[in-house]
């Protein structure tokens, strides 16, 4: 089992930044895919970016593309997302992910994780 906790959500104004941790307890998330989602009222659930076991493949989703980077430290087993240029439409819950499948490494956009954090809320006021 592993345990997933996000921070580092807050209340930002538009254009500001914000980084987003995930720390994994419970077993080594150093051979895990990773990912973040987020959810806003009344939507689906969105994938966000993703990050291999090593760090060497990442993924994200054009929405947030050139303005958030995924990256992770798997010394002290945490994910980070850094969030620049945020804009109102990023307001949500943001979710973290972890999964240890081929399948999610390569297409973790589909969402497949077994594990998922409870989230921290990111608002972006204009």
């Known amino acids: 089992q592993v345990q997933l906790v996000e921070s580092g959500g807050g209340v930002v104004q538009a254009g500001d930044s914000l980084r987003l941790s995930c720390a994994a307890s419970?077993?080594?998330?150093?051979?895990?895919?990773m990912g973040w989602f987020r959810q806003a009222p009344g939507k689906e659930r969105e994938f966000i970016a993703a990050i291999g076991w090593s760090g060497s493949r990442t993924y994200y989703a054009d929405s947030v593309k050139g303005r958030f980077t995924i990256s992770r430290d798997n010394a002290v087993n945490t994910v980070y997302l850094q969030m620049n240029k945020l804009k109102p439409e990023d307001t949500a819950v943001y979710y973290c992910a972890a999964d240890n499948k081929m399948s999610t490494l390569l297409r973790p956009m589909d969402g497949k994780f077994d594990y998922w954090g409870q989230g921290t809320q990111v608002t972006v006021s204009s």
């Open positions: 419970g077993r080594t998330i150093s051979r895990s895919t």
